[in-house]
């Protein structure tokens, strides 16, 4: 159950950051951004600021900054010319 949850709040990470960042994809794109933007999020907050909490709301504000932050950096590196 733990894993559909969280591929769930992955999913609507990964969309809602997709809205901000103007970004588009497919469900696919967005359960695998907003998973690894999870986890982003979570290091963020939590080790580098100190600021944990465990509710829903807090995951997925979390995963949303991790995954607009991912995206930023996709496209950062991606449009860089040789």
Known sequence: MGI???IVI?????????????SN????????MGIIGGF????LFG???GIGG????WQI???VIGTCLLIFLFR???SRKK
């Open 4 to 6: 559909l949850i969280s």
């Open 10 to 22: 992955g999913a609507v990470c990964g969309y809602l950051a997709s809205v901000i960042m103007k």
């Open 25 to 32: 994809g497919g469900l696919l794109w967005y359960i695998i």
């Open 40 to 43: 982003v999020g979570s290091f």
């Open 47 to 49: 080790t580098l600021f």
């Open 54 to 57: 465990g509710n829903i709301l």
């Open 61 to 63: 504000i979390q995963g």
């Open 76 to 78: 950062f590196f991606s």
